[in-house]
């Protein structure tokens, strides 16, 4: 009788890995309030004990979502705002790349929105909190440079440029949210862009 072959055995950090990627699959599809560890595990073809394995809790599990989701998010808006050949072209790159991010993983301000509605601070509220100064600090670097080249604005706050800049990529999401797709968001990013650029004073520029 032929012996079944053995089970492959996986390393922590690849099986979550493989449980972040799966919330954030199942959080594209549906509310994030509403993913049991049942529901992560069978999309995984695992029993929630070996879900358990690997994180303590669900609340493990979520912290280490917005944990990935910050680096990976952040990692590429740097990039894109870095390998931008001036400060404004770094703006519409970095608004760019977010979109197509949102994009890749729909699941993504899903989960940020439903964790922001919560009351407490939890630790995943908390990353969620640090993504965003991370985010403003990348964004007031590139605002700082725009105005040393003297293309802001005159008396332009560049706090407030640098909240307006998220909220307007915060307005295309929930748009998107409630068309139920994503798929004209880029369409929709590249009309609300240039006008983005002359709130602040950045004229006659390619975007």
Request: charged residues 15%; hydrophobic residues 50%.
């Amino acid at each position: 009788m032929q012996q079944a072959p053995p089970k492959q055995r996986f390393s922590t950090d690849t099986r979550q890995t493989e449980i972040v990627t799966a919330v954030l699959a199942l959080a594209a599809q549906r509310s994030p309030a509403s993913i049991t560890t049942g529901d992560i595990a069978g999309a995984l073809g695992l029993t929630q004990g070996a879900v358990f394995k690997h994180f303590p809790t669900k609340d493990a599990i979520w912290l280490a979502v917005m944990v990935w989701v910050e680096h990976h998010l952040l990692s590429t808006l740097e990039t894109a705002g870095r390998d931008a050949p001036d400060a404004w072209a770094g703006l519409g790159a970095v608004f760019r790349a977010h979109i197509l991010f949102v994009m890749q993983y729909p699941g993504v301000p899903r989960l940020i929105f439903s964790e922001l509605q919560q009351a407490d601070d939890t630790p995943v509220k908390m990353q969620v909190r640090s993504l965003l100064m991370r985010y403003r600090t990348l964004l007031m670097s590139l605002l700082n440079a725009v105005e040393a080249a003297g293309r802001l604005g005159a008396g332009v706050d560049k706090a407030a440029a640098a909240s307006l800049f998220i909220g307007s990529v915060q307005g295309l999401v929930m748009q998107s949210m409630l068309a139920g797709s994503c798929d004209q968001m880029a369409v929709a990013a590249d009309g609300a862009f240039p006008l983005y650029l002359r709130a602040i004073g950045v004229l006659g520029e390619s975007v």
